[in-house]
């Protein structure tokens, strides 16, 4: 009897039943530099991933001809790490363009989920560690508010596009002094200024009632007692080399994103941009971010290339006097006048 091609995988129509293809493909097949240069991840790493992901992958994938865990885990490694959904990468791993979309899409949602596992302030403060950095005591975390640069909404919505002009998610991060991304929030259109972004954070609502250390975000920032900004004028030497320790230690979330934007190329902005929705760029960057951590935290390197331009200066906020924090301008000066006098 003859089978109606409407029900057949668009896989075994492009490359047939013979062929290495969905649950078939055999990672101890190839080599650990295959892996490495296809997927940019180690085979022992790749292998953790798979059983971490594998109940949500098999839970998306109820069908008669599913793709296996191992298939989908590869295919959105491969365009998470090139940003490319190219034939070349399917043909490595033997699926369609159509089906690669469709790995990347259930990945991606399994990672979603596997963020509030991964990506949390509920640990130990780290001050030592950042205090070896520069010297400057008592940080929880850094801050910083970043931009993904995406397709444009098909809507006349104006709020993604920032100041640079150009459409974009804004993606605030806070991490400690190894990379560890503490928190990250991807879902923020890039119009929004990043004053405003905090404001309406998570981290903003976690933090309004800790008694014990300070974010540290640059001069795009107001002074709170829980967030130390840079001393706007600098006079004397304390307040220098206040500033300088705040850089030097404020850089770990600048180079931390430049690691996860050269590891996972689909976010970097210079080769191009999501093609796709707010929303759906918002998941792929955040399940990025939890990749990062999850790499982390297996040993894996957080810094994967080193700054050799200039750091951008960022705008200072230009705060009205009755927006300014005493309290915490007492406490600047008393953190300046014990550690950098």
């Given amino acids: 009897m ?18 290495k293809i969905l649950d078939r493909f055999d990672l101890d097949s190839v080599s ?5 240069t296809n997927f940019g991840f180690p085979r022992d790493f790749i292998l953790y991933l798979v059983d971490l992901l594998r109940e949500a992958l098999c839970r998306r994938t109820q069908r008669s001809r599913a793709i296996s865990p191992e298939v989908q885990v590869l295919a959105a490694l491969g365009f998470y790490t090139s940003g490319s959904f190219q034939t070349s990468m399917g043909d490595t791993i033997g699926i369609s ?13 399994a990672l979603v989920e596997k963020a509030p596992q991964f990506i949390t ?21 850094v801050l910083d508010c970043v931009q993904v640069a995406i397709k444009a909404p ?10 640079k002009g150009f459409h974009s998610v804004a993606c605030q991060l806070v991490c400690d002094a190894r990379g560890l991304l503490l928190s990250t929030e991807t879902h923020w259109p890039g119009g929004l200024e990043d ?15 800790n008694k014990e ?38 850089e770990i979330v600048d180079r931390t994103f430049r690691a996860i934007q050269t590891r996972f190329r689909c976010l970097d902005g210079t080769k191009g941009y999501l093609q796709y929705s707010p929303e759906k760029s918002s998941s792929i960057l955040l399940a990025c971010c ?21 750091l951008e200066q960022p705008k200072i906020l230009d705060q009205k006097p009755e927006d300014r924090d005493s309290e915490a301008e007492e406490l600047r000066k008393q953190i300046i006048h014990k550690h950098f006098s």
């Fill in 121 to 141: 302030f509920n640990r130990e403060p780290s001050f030592e560690e950042f205090e070896r950095v520069a010297g400057f005591p008592g940080v929880l975390g």
């Fill in 290 to 310: 939890v990749l990062h951590n999850i790499s982390l935290q297996s040993g894996l390197d957080a810094w994967t290339l080193e700054r050799t331009e200039p």
């Fill in 2 to 19: 003859a089978i109606p091609i409407a029900i057949l995988d668009c896989d075994l129509l492009l490359h047939g039943r013979g062929s």
């Fill in 32 to 36: 650990d530099n295959f892996l490495l």
């Fill in 97 to 109: 363009q159509a089906s690669m979309s469709r790995c990347v899409s259930n990945v991606t949602r």
């Fill in 154 to 163: 098909n809507s006349e919505d104006s709020t993604y596009v920032n100041k």
């Fill in 195 to 209: 004053t405003i972004v905090l404001e309406r954070s998570a981290v903003h609502k976690h933090l309004q009632d």
């Fill in 213 to 250: 250390g300070w974010l540290l975000g640059d001069g795009r920032y107001p002074l709170r007692k829980w967030l130390m900004t840079p001393v706007e004028r600098p006079e004397s030497p304390a307040e220098f080399q206040y500033n300088l320790a705040h850089v030097a230690t404020h």
